[in-house]
């Protein structure tokens, strides 16, 4: 094997060993989320206080209706957090099976966000929502 195909074998081994974990999760019908009970914590109030929820619907409906959608926003206004959950929660309502995947540009993000999110989806990390850094994934 000379060294061009060497390197492109190791290439294409390294992407399937890394998206191999996540292609391999089978999509399901999301839990519906925690204010579905009608109960409003603070978490939920701050949600909804996101400049985000004001777009859910239009979100939602642009996602459904497309099959690329690009959304953006200023800095903390809830596209990271709240958008993959308001997917689930449309696909909860739909009953349609999902399997969201989100990339961060640094892992201590991926790790953080999927804390933030499983936290305010009331569970534990690794239910719903988890995350995968090179050789560690929950």
């Not at 060497?6 to 019908?29: A, D, K, V, W, Y």
Request: proline residues 7%; glycine residues 6%.
């Amino acid at each position: 094997m000379n060294a061009n195909n060497h390197n492109q074998f190791e290439m294409n081994r390294e992407l399937n060993c890394t998206t191999g974990r996540l292609s391999n999760i089978i999509p399901q019908i999301p839990s519906p989320p925690p204010f579905a009970t009608g109960r409003e914590d603070e978490i939920t109030v701050f949600r909804k206080s996101l400049p985000i929820w004001q777009k859910r619907n239009q979100i939602t409906e642009s996602i459904a209706a497309n099959r690329i959608v690009l959304i953006s926003g200023q800095t903390g206004c809830g596209k990271t957090t709240e958008v993959p959950q308001f997917i689930l929660e449309y696909c909860n309502l739909m009953k349609k099976p999902c399997r969201i995947i989100c990339t961060e540009p640094r892992s201590l993000l991926a790790h953080s966000v999927a804390e933030r999110v499983s936290n305010e989806r009331m569970e534990v990390i690794g239910q719903t929502v988890g995350y995968q850094i090179r050789l560690e994934s929950k």
